[in-house]
């Protein structure tokens, strides 16, 4: 049960992760319009040395995936009498306790016709004689369900039902399969698919009125419920069909109230809720018996240990193991017993561990939690928690990723303008006193109580290599330090996300990090609008910035309801058509409404033509301005220093996520790092030489 996941649904969010297949590549269409004393836009020259770049970093790039190509990812979910292998492109299994030579396939992301071909969720019926996977439309976010009959069929050579437009689903029984659907970026409705005796039939559920909330469905560890969320910025509202009379009408648990948010499991008859009715207005865990689900009969069983937040909870037989962050964001996981429900057992996770990712849920509840742990820089390694004996463990065959040789992860804290403490994670190769001369690159995203994408890249572990400091900054309004940390950084406090992201940049060049001139900062989607308003404040900060499908039109998207996310994200931005105090609010920090001429950094900006998230309008109309405000400044003042690039990678398609080919990723990524190293002045083919000594397996150290 992640406490994010309905964030991550909604809106201008996180990424996916990307499927290493291969394809024919595109061209991009790289437009440009950096300024010198003599010329309006980037020479030959300029463009030739970009492009030479770019080609080096692919290769590099390249061979560090390969380094890490064994690394062990959650691509595998077992069955009562199966394990399952899924690879983007088809699904494998083999029976429990076979080799892995004997898989079979029982899906291809193909049967969901013409230009489908990602797989993107799975899901098995209760007694394995269904499967149901959804598969998304290249270069663009529309998916479709395929249902195929995987027993008596080996293997299944064609699906048996598709449906269009299916977001999320689960099964009740092996004939009754619930989904939601989305149309126009909004999930609104729940159908019931049933295969009865006389066909299938298909019959509407539940249907959302209110054009702010998110609907998904969901299903209890134990297989018991099927749940129907409907979420907004700010309440929740769940109903659950019991798998025992699939049929049924769904039973309302708790009608919707303004700043409830609560989330629910199930077992042994009773529901487990987890609500933010504990200190604080942060999550706790309640129970409730299920034949009386409401509010008044919620009893509080457990809150978070002081100091920390939870983030996700996993139900195992008599247990509930948490995930939860400290103040310095490190993870730890807390365990309690459904019997004795006030005794806690608290475990920290390794110091570098930054990302961990639960394993796939398969229809068997075994008692163990399964899960990887990673970093930016630090591959993933798999783990395996026993509540029972309170032990975890490795597992798996490839354990040589556990230490890496030099490799630093520092926790710091930075102290915003108002006093609030920041944290920030800091990685890196020589020691903290060395790293004046270091190039640094900023990550931040801030919006929506999403926690900043900590996952590992081989480009992070790339740039780690050739001497760079990686910094990630836990701005307010982000998710890292719980429901308050979001609300402190949303609506009328969002110029506090900007205040916490200078204030983690100037932390560090105080420190002794970097220095401006060495200094680039990275965001994508909504966090580009902490970045672009800080580039409106603090230019002087930073020298070059990466924004990736940005939102920097706040006040532009905001007044125009017709776009596909207006309506929903007034919860996170405001509402500027009806409150005077919103408007004026958004256009004191939006990016686009508060550019003046002064000398901004060199900008990347990644743009996808077809983006519904992030409308389009909105991207041109900010690089036109900057490089007016540009043009401007320049023009009138002798400027002998590094006149700034600003350059526009439009990008066929309408992924806001960007690309899901191995590929075609390659390519942007590739893309990005020349930029950066061409804005900072740094020699690529010297930092590649430097790192031929280093040994690819090299200790990490944390402070």
Known sequence: ????????????????????????????????GGFSKTTPELSKAQLWKLKIQEERFKRRLQS??????????????QGHSHVYLEDGK????????????EMVDVFNADWGGNGYGTIQRVRLSPTESMLAATVKKDHHEETRCVLVQIRGVNPPQKALLVLDNVLSFEWATDDVLFYSTQEALQSLRVFRLYFSETGVQTNLVYEEKDPEFFVEVSRSRDQRLVTINCNSKSCSEVWFIDSKAPISFPTLIQSRQPGLLYHVEHADNHLLILANTGPGQEYQLLRAPLAFPAMPHWVPLFSAVPGTVFKDMELLQDYCVFTAKDSQCQLHIQTLTLKVPHHVHTLQLPHWACDLAPQHVGTVDRGS???????????????????RELQLSLTGEVTQYISLLECNTTRLQAASQDGTMVPLTLFHLPALADL???PLLLHVYGAYGVDLNMTFSAEKRLLLEDGWALAYCHVRGGGERGLAWHRAGSVLQKQRGVEDLSACIQTLHHLGVSKPALTALTACSAGAVLVGALCNQNPQLVRAVILQAPFLDVLGTMQDPSLPLTIEERGEWGDPLISPEHRDNIACYCPCHNIIPQLYPSMLITAYSEDRRVPLSGVLKYVERLRKAIRTFTAGV?????????ILDMQPGGDHFGPEDFQ???????????????ELGLDHQKSQRRQKGRSNDPNCKSH
């Open 1 to 32: 049960m992640n406490l994010t996941t309905v964030s991550c649904l909604l809106l201008r969010s996180v990424s996916r992760s990307r499927h290493r297949s291969s394809c024919i590549l595109l061209p991009s269409r790289l437009y440009n």
């Open 436 to 438: 004046c001369k270091a």
């Open 638 to 646: 002798n400027v002998n220093a590094h006149v700034p690039a600003i």
């Open 64 to 77: 560090v995936h390969e380094r890490f190509a064994n690394a062990p990812e959650n691509a595998e979910f």
């Open 664 to 678: 075609l990723s390659l390519n942007e990524s590739a893309r990005q790092l020349a930029f950066l190293y061409t």
């Open 369 to 387: 939690f399964g899960f990887l742990l990673s970093s930016p820089v630090h591959p993933p390694v798999r783990y395996l928690f026993s509540p």
């Open 90 to 101: 088809g699904i494998y299994r083999t029976a429990l306790g076979h080799d892995e030579q």
